[in-house]
């Protein structure tokens, strides 16, 4: 419970004026962002969130009226989270185009690793359950995808228009393919990865699969 609260403070804790309850509201998006991503949503209880962060269930239901509501709000963060994290990326003119992918991707890849790979991809996470969330998951969760595939396009774009990549490359069909990859949708006769790499490297714990899928991603995109 410490150290959670030690993160969320580290994550540019908000004035002190706005006392205690903002501070609460934000463990309850850390801790449940943190479990449902390893665990998932049907196999995660509110209890073992309160659990983990000593918050009572009064004050969760204060916060979010249902679990179903709690996961919406999980969800919204970490497309807003992700997204401004490519798009950081792709507005630092220190990099090229291919290069600004290439580094969201590597600190996507990195942050995995930090974790043991224990843990990846929420939305990914997610999708893999879709079938047994409640029903407008799957809107939310297909909206989410759509986006980030928008502002991967986008830069795949400008690599096309900087000569990194070929003309004749269809950008939003390839960003569709590697977000299809990340959240793990790729039908098993893909070439370029098996629906397995990222599961995999949660299942052995090391880093290896993801780190093929990445290397045969940006080497079709230049070979």
């Not at 540019?12 to 943190?34: A, C, F, I, S, W």
């Not at 079938?131 to 830069?155: D, H, I, M």
């Amino acid at each position: 419970m410490q150290n959670h609260a030690q993160d969320v403070k580290g994550r540019g804790r908000p004035p002190k004026q706005r006392g205690d309850k903002l501070l609460t509201r934000e463990m309850l998006v850390h801790v449940g962002t943190e479990v449902l991503t390893e665990k998932g949503y049907s196999a995660v209880g509110v209890d073992e969130i309160l659990q983990r962060t000593g918050i009572s269930r009064c004050s969760f239901y204060y916060y979010f009226k249902t679990k179903e509501g709690f996961g919406a709000e999980l969800i919204d963060r970490y497309r807003h989270f992700i997204t401004q994290k490519l798009e950081r990326c792709l507005s630092d003119t220190s990099l090229s185009p291919l290069g600004s992918l290439r580094t969201f991707v590597g600190e996507v890849r990195d942050e995995m690793a930090r974790t043991d790979c224990r843990s990846g991809c929420l939305v990914g996470k997610l999708a893999q359950e879709v079938n047994t969330l409640p029903e407008n998951f799957r809107e939310q969760l297909s909206a989410v995808f759509a986006e980030w595939q928008a502002v991967f396009a986008r830069g795949l774009k400008r690599a096309q228009e900087t000569g990194e990549i070929s003309p004749e490359l269809d950008c939003a069909s390839t960003a569709a393919f590697f977000w299809y990859g990340w959240g793990f949708a790729l039908p098993p006769s893909t070439p370029l990865i098996s629906k397995e790499a990222l599961q995999r490297a949660n299942l052995e714990l090391n880093i290896k699969p993801v780190d093929i899928f990445i290397g045969n991603f940006f080497s079709r995109l230049t070979g």
